[in-house]
């Protein structure tokens, strides 16, 4: 599974960096279209509903948030999520059980921001080469119990539709992301195939390193108010994510729907959920309780 990855990873930069030359006006404005709908299926859909269960949202959301999440080519809903929570329960207890870890190359002396020697091979671990790892043993175990935790709690409602998805993960992800838009461009846009591969690709592209940026970048570099984590809050993570990179409350408030202390920053994720929200279309949203990390009011 490893050597697949690094080989479909390697594909698609090689092919999108090959294009980029080659891309039209068209294919570009729809891939850019398409690269804030599929973000905020992971940011606003993965991340803030299926983690860490922020608001609760219709049967008709929930499935838009599926198939765009799948889109983003990072992973069914059900190993994303179950991997995310991993990294907030053992992010300063086991970097071994973090799968992105900032501190993967850290002996037990460094601080808990890790700079050099260390920085350099800490970022790459937790921007992308985590990707590329097998899961230990010990590691399964623990992601296993989450999912059993998850799926009589976050997921009850819907575990049997997550484990459809994961079914045919593939399937999904592939006419998202690449079929779709692809014909798209060639049929209806009237555009090349080579405008129309690159396009496709460069936006997959643009997707993963934006995500991965929160992983690596938020945990190195920004501002923090609580310094004993190495979440920070970076702004300019925040505007490539669509709000993610208020990172260090995040961690300290991982169900507050806005994942943000309010609306003053670039979060276009908590612009959308409070549209929503007001139109009935999501419920029982989730806010911090300032000076109170890990408890929660419902936003009226």
């Known amino acids: 599974m490893v050597k697949k990855t690094i080989f479909l990873v390697l594909i698609i930069h090689i092919i999108g960096l090959k294009n980029v030359r080659k891309i039209n006006k068209a294919s570009l404005v729809m891939n850019i279209v398409l690269y804030v709908l599929i973000g905020l299926g992971i940011t606003g859909g993965y991340h803030r509903l299926y983690t860490h269960n922020s608001y609760d949202a219709n049967i008709l959301i929930r499935r838009i948030i599926l198939l765009l999440g799948a889109g983003a080519f990072q992973n069914s809903a059900i190993e994303w999520c179950s991997q995310h929570r991993m990294h907030h329960r053992f992010e300063n207890t086991d970097k071994s059980l973090d799968p992105y870890s900032i501190q993967k190359y850290c002996n037990d002396e460094c601080n808990t921001i890790c700079r050099k020697p260390h920085m350099i091979l800490n970022f790459l671990h ?171 009011k419902i936003q009226s």
């Open 126 to 296: 937790a921007h992308i080469l985590f990707v590329f790892k097998d899961e230990s043993s010990k590691f399964k175990m623990n992601k296993n119990k989450i999912i059993d935790e998850m799926k009589n709690n976050e997921w009850k409602e819907d575990y049997s539709v997550l484990l459809l998805q994961q079914k045919y993960y593939w399937l999904i992800s592939v006419s998202v992301a690449i079929i779709i838009p692809v014909l798209l461009s060639k049929k209806v846009l009237k555009d090349t195939w080579e405008s129309a591969i690159g396009a496709t690709f460069l936006r997959i592209i643009w997707v993963w390193h934006s995500a991965f940026s929160i992983n690596s970048l938020c945990h190195l570099f920004g501002e923090r108010e609580n310094k004993k984590i190495t979440a920070a809050n970076n702004h300019l993570c925040s505007i490539l994510t669509f709000g993610e990179g208020y990172h260090n409350y995040h961690h300290q408030y991982p169900k507050d729907y806005y994942a943000s202390k309010n609306l003053a920053g670039f979060n276009v994720t908590a612009w959308l959920l409070r549209s929503l929200k007001f139109s009935g279309l999501i419920r029982n949203a989730k806010r911090g309780i300032m000076g109170k990390p890990g408890e929660y």
